[in-house]
């Protein structure tokens, strides 16, 4: 069965247009910057976030990803900048893009904060037709490679097109909302060669809002929502998140309130490692089509928070006072 699905996979991407997907996070709370570029800068401090995802465990071929990215703001002209690097990995398929960001953030009260985003960059994809097997193919050991299919390579296909983001957030006191497009624009990616090969990024709406309550003297819930959709199809999801402290917390999130886009419960965990260090998990227990071939997904998140302004902590300068004959 798991041979199957990914063979069927590969062989869609090759003989035609295959739609490239985001990829999908369970611990989206934690990470706003990754889906919404309008989020740069709006901690008012130095953020990093490393990401590591493997998704349905045990099922030959399945989703990985490692994604990274850093913001921090300008003061100067109310605005923020980040960068990110994220490398998605399916089977014989491969998808890396770098963005950078630049956000401008317009004060609408003493505690309404709305900003405005975008990121532009490079996404490259590469198709390893080494990974690839097909009926008619020959594979046997010793023996000449062949798929002998003429829209398959027995190499790797490399191409590659700019892409384009672009989001709002707004935060207002303990209440966030965000939406986003990613991307904005991206042309349809080509094959150099003479294989019959194109991919075209598609447009995903992303929406999401949450908002702090405070529980106990020493605990938050942080309820929020994350809506991603092509409007052709949606995923939705919802998380709830206690923290003990601001140093322990942990939730449990839904995705997929319809037969056709169920695909798991999680639930997740973390803890501060030191005053700037975050350490989070997440486990996904599928309820997908895929439950039976899959040992749930994993993903690990490590952020780390310069937790002051940029600039802070520096030594004063220094005085020289005139002397007095």
């Known amino acids: 069965m798991r041979q199957i699905l990914t063979s069927i996979?590969?062989?869609?991407?090759?003989?035609?247009?295959?739609?490239?997907?985001?990829?999908?996070?369970?611990?989206?709370?934690?990470?706003?910057?990754?889906?919404?570029?309008?989020?740069?800068?709006?901690?008012?401090?130095?953020?990093?976030?490393?990401?590591?995802?493997?998704?349905?465990?045990?099922?030959?071929?399945a989703p990985v990803t490692q994604h990274v990215n850093a913001h921090l703001p300008l003061y100067v002209i109310s605005s923020g900048i980040g960068i990110k690097i994220e490398n998605d990995a399916i089977g014989a398929h491969r998808t890396t893009q770098a963005l950078l960001t630049y956000s401008y953030q317009l004060p609408?009260?003493?505690?309404?904060?709305?900003?405005?985003?975008?990121?532009?960059?490079?996404?490259?994809?590469v198709m390893d037709g080494a990974k690839l097997r097909t009926v008619d193919g020959?594979?046997?050991?010793n023996a000449p490679f062949f798929h002998n299919d003429l829209a398959l390579s027995e190499g790797k296909i490399q191409a590659?097109?700019?892409?384009?983001?672009?989001?709002?957030?707004?935060?207002?006191?303990?209440?966030?909302?965000?939406?986003?497009?990613?991307?904005?624009?991206?042309?349809?990616?080509?094959?150099?060669?003479?294989?019959?090969f194109a991919l075209q990024?598609?447009?995903?709406?992303?929406?999401?809002?949450?908002y702090q309550l405070?529980?106990?003297?020493?605990?938050?819930?942080?309820?929020?929502?994350?809506?991603?959709t092509d409007f052709l199809e949606?995923?939705?999801?919802?998380?709830?998140?206690?923290?003990?402290?601001?140093n322990i917390f942990a939730g449990a999130s839904f995705r997929g309130f319809?037969?056709?886009?169920?695909?798991?419960?999680?639930?997740?965990?973390?803890?501060?490692?030191?005053?700037?260090?975050?350490l989070a998990y997440s486990f996904d227990i599928p309820l997908s089509a895929l439950q039976s071939v899959n040992r749930g997904s994993h993903e690990l998140l490590l952020r780390y928070s310069l937790n002051r302004p940029i600039g802070a902590g520096k030594l004063p300068p220094i005085i020289y006072n005139p002397r007095f004959f």
């Not at 990024?201 to 949450?210: E, G, K, R």
């Not at 405070?214 to 991603?228: D, G, H, W, Y």
């Not at 949606?234 to 601001?246: D, G, K, N, Y």
């Not at 319809?258 to 975050?278: P, W």
């Open 160 to 196: 590659g097109t700019p892409v384009f983001e672009a989001g709002l957030y707004l935060q207002a006191g303990k209440l966030e909302v965000g939406a986003a497009i990613q991307p904005v624009f991206a042309p349809r990616i080509r094959s150099n060669s003479t294989n019959v």
């Open 9 to 61: 996979l590969f062989l869609w991407c090759a003989v035609g247009l295959w739609a490239q997907q985001a990829p999908q996070y369970s611990l989206y709370m934690l990470n706003p910057y990754g889906a919404n570029p309008a989020y740069a800068g709006l901690e008012n401090t130095l953020v990093a976030t490393g990401i590591y995802r493997q998704q349905w465990s045990g099922l030959e071929g």
């Open 258 to 278: 319809t037969q056709k886009s169920k695909d798991a419960a999680v639930i997740l965990a973390g803890l501060r490692l030191n005053e700037k260090t975050t």
């Open 108 to 125: 609408l009260s003493r505690k309404a904060t709305l900003s405005v985003g975008a990121s532009a960059g490079y996404l490259q994809y």
């Open 201 to 210: 990024p598609v447009q995903h709406y992303i929406f999401s809002t949450s």
């Open 214 to 228: 405070q529980a106990a003297e020493n605990m938050t819930l942080r309820p929020s929502i994350f809506v991603k």
């Open 234 to 246: 949606t995923q939705s999801e919802i998380s709830l998140v206690a923290r003990w402290q601001e």
């Open 138 to 141: 020959q594979y046997e050991p």
